[in-house]
């Protein structure tokens, strides 16, 4: 892979965080679950039972808001409360059945949108599989690097 020097690479990132936030944005429009709340069911999904208070660092929001997301989710049946096994004064929030059910449909409706506008377009405009694999890889390990950066005391 050929390394492009930073300050010519900054435009062409720059686009990829204003059309992917474009992208996001358009579909949340469309989203039957609120996007704050298939946020919080797609965390329980990748980090399995967690607490509330690392729901909301793991999210970038604050606590009380996390705990008013989960208590609609868990009054719609889409997420389960218990005690947590290792500190008795905390709690642990778990996906139901219902609850990956309704995060599954809501992948599912969003990438038949996404594929119905790739469809949409100029077979020479069409990207391949492979260039949606290759965004997909950047997009996660740029995620990754941002999220580490932020875990990182004394960093952003």
């Known amino acids: 892979m050929t390394h492009v020097p930073v300050d010519q690479a900054i435009p062409a990132t720059a ?3 204003l059309y992917a936030s ?3 944005h358009t579909l949340r429009r469309s989203a039957i679950v609120p996007p704050p709340h298939l946020r919080v069911l797609a965390l329980l999904d990748e980090h399995g039972p967690t607490g509330v208070s690392r729901l909301a660092e793991l999210d970038s929001c ?3 808001s996390v705990s008013t997301m989960v208590a609609t989710l868990h009054t719609r049946g889409l997420v389960t409360k218990r005690a947590d096994p290792h500190d008795a004064r905390a709690g642990l929030v ?3 059945e219902q609850g990956r059910e309704q995060l599954r449909s809501a992948r599912l409706d969003r990438g038949r ?3 119905a506008a ?3 377009l100029d077979p020479a405009q069409r990207p391949s599989p492979e260039d949606i694999d290759i965004a997909v890889s950047v997009l ?3 995620t990754g690097a941002l999220l ?3 875990a990182t005391p004394g960093r952003l």
Do not use: I, Y
Request: glycine share 0%.
């Open 148 to 150: 580490a950066e932020r």
């Open 62 to 64: 604050t606590q009380p």
């Open 22 to 24: 474009r992208m996001v």
């Open 140 to 142: 996660r390990s740029v």
């Open 94 to 96: 778990e996906l139901t």
């Open 113 to 115: 949108t996404v594929e």
């Open 118 to 120: 790739l469809d949409s």
């Open 15 to 17: 686009d990829l965080v």
